[in-house]
């Protein structure tokens, strides 16, 4: 039995992070990507490094995102320096990948998935 060249795995996954200037942080996944714990970890320790000690609402781009693995969700599932989190996706994998960390594990903070992302912003900013 083949199996798929393991290198692709231990690349890391770049990702993109902004504080915009109304105040939201925007977690932007590339086309494709598995994320793994590491990158996870990498992503919302730049999440708490860009923060500091004030607390943002934050949209998590995941509409091109393949798979989540346990590990990244476990590290999803930790506090970080977001008060609110909008997944946003598009097609019927995101949900599921966004239904099923919603329903397994137990997010941080308030957390919902949007497919439409005026609504995501929307919600992000109500009091």
């Excluded at 939201?24 to 793994?36: D, Q």
């Excluded at 497919?115 to 919600?123: F, G, I, P, R, Y």
Aim: aromatic share 8%.
């Amino acid at each position: 039995m083949e199996h798929p060249d393991a290198s692709e795995d231990l690349q890391p996954v770049t990702f993109q992070l902004e504080l915009e200037e109304q105040g939201i942080l925007r977690l932007t996944w590339p086309r494709g990507a598995r994320i793994k714990e590491t990158d996870a970890q990498r992503a919302m320790d730049r999440v708490n490094e860009l923060c500091g000690a004030d607390r943002y609402p934050m949209i998590v781009d995941m509409a091109t995102t393949d798979d989540v693995t346990r590990g990244a969700r476990s590290v999803f599932a930790k506090p970080c320096q977001a008060n609110r989190i909008a997944l946003w996706g598009s097609s019927p994998v995101d949900r599921v990948i966004a239904n099923f960390f919603l329903g397994i594990m137990k997010p941080p903070c308030p957390t919902r998935f949007f497919t439409d992302q005026t609504e995501a912003l929307e919600w992000l900013v109500e009091e």
